[in-house]
Each structure stands twice: as structure tokens, then as C-alpha cells.
């Protein structure tokens, strides 16, 4: 069913099946929560660090510095994709892997060799969704280009994006429409305009401040 692998809206957030998936961009790992069990636990693997070759961005003209890891999430069922925001590399592991609670109850990194390296792509990006025919999604930071690819297939399919509404695309998602069509909805924001005002002094959040 489509709704079991629908990446929510929001940052970082994978549900299917009762398992809820939550990534934690800064201490690079990867958290799993088990409603039936009311129980959850934690996984942690070398994919998910940052690389700092990848970890300055140019997005619409701003040169910005951002070390997140791991950050995008999509499940086809079977396998979890993944990537760190820093990493130009997509990477995967069996989904009966990161349900098992056993497996990490006593070690977040056990089972390093089931994790793998499964494709490369321009530049980095952020959020990313996958649809019903396995497609997964994503727009990379330069050039902006909405990026399609399937596991079985070569990383090739690039379509080139409006930069004026599509710059840091935070939340990605598959929709299914009543009539049964599917449609890619995504949030985008100008986050590297605000990360430079902020280096610059201009701005002041909570957050930082």
C-alpha cells in the first residue's frame, strides 16, 4: 500500500507498517519507534555521518556551510534509503533490519555490513520521497534539478527545476490523489539565505541566540 511508504511532510519523519522513523541530523543516527511495543531504539552507522568534502553547499548564488547527517528518509517495503544532507552518496539497508529491535537493543551499530552504498549523485539534497514504481525523488542544491532514479536503474534521470520556487526542498511526499493518480508534493524554503544572514550578524534567532 501506498500510505506505508508516504515520507511525511515533515523533516525527517518516515512511518510505515507501526514503526515511526526519526532521524538525528546531529548526532547521526537514526531512531525507531515501535507503537505496538511502545518501546524504541536507536541505530547508528558510518553512512550516516556527514562528509566533510560535501559539506559546503552553493544554492542560488549563497555559499553556505551545513554538516548535517543523516537526513532523508524512503522505504519501498523492503529496503530503507537514506543519505546525509553532507554526502553526495545514497545509501540503503534491509527494512527487517531497522525493525528489529534486538538487533540494536545492546549495540546502535550492529550489523555494519548490511548497510551499503547504492548510488551517487551531482551535489547533495535534502529531503526525498519514493512512489509506487520504486522512483525515488530529491532536488539537488547546484544546479537546482529535480532528480528521479530508480534502485534498478543507472542515476540519470535529472529534470531541470524553477530555482525561483524550488530552492531547499525540506519536506518531500507522495500523494495519492482520489482518482488514483500520484502527485509529488514539496515544501520548499530559502534556508541558505537565512544561514548567511545569520552568519553575517543580520538575523538572531532563539535557536542560535
Known amino acids: 500500500m501506498l500510505l506505508t511508504r508516504v515520507l511525511i511532510i515533515f523533516l525527517g519523519f518516515l512511518f510505515y507498517a507501526n ?3 526519526k532521524t538525528d541530523v546531529a548526532l547521526h543516527g ?15 552507522n558510518r553512512f550516516m555521518y556527514p562528509n566533510p568534502e560535501n559539506g559546503v553547499h552553493s544554492l542560488a548564488g549563497e555559499l553556505f556551510t551545513l554538516m548535517d547527517g543523516i537526513f532523508g528518509l524512503a522505504s519501498d517495503d523492503e529496503q530503507l534509503y537514506f543519505h546525509p544532507l553532507a554526502s553526495v552518496h545514497e545509501y540503503a539497508v534491509p527494512l527487517s533490519v531497522v525493525s528489529n529491535r534486538t538487533i540494536f537493543e545492546n549495540n546502535s551499530g550492529a550489523m555494519p555490513l548490511a548497510f551499503r552504498q547504492v548510488a551517487t549523485r551531482s551535489s547533495s539534497c535534502a529531503a526525498e520521497a519514493i512512489d509506487s514504481q520504486n522512483n525515488i525523488y530529491c532536488v539537488t542544491f547546484n544546479p537546482v534539478m529535480l532528480t528521479r532514479w530508480n534502485p534498478n536503474k543507472p542515476y540519470n534521470v535529472q529534470m531541470p527545476a524553477d530555482p525561483q520556487l524550488l530552492e531547499f526542498v525540506s519536506g518531500m511526499k507522495v500523494y495519492k490523489t482520489h482518482t488514483g493518480n500520484e502527485e509529488l508534493w514539496m515544501m520548499s524554503n530559502r534556508y541558505q539565505v537565512s544561514n548567511c544572514l545569520l552568519k553575517r550578524g543580520l538575523i538572531c534567532t532563539s535557536f542560535y541566540c
Open 30 to 44: 537514526l531512531v525507531v519507534y515501535d507503537s505496538e511495543l511502545n518501546t524504541a531504539w536507536r541505530i547508528q
Open 19 to 21: 514503526k515511526s522513523l
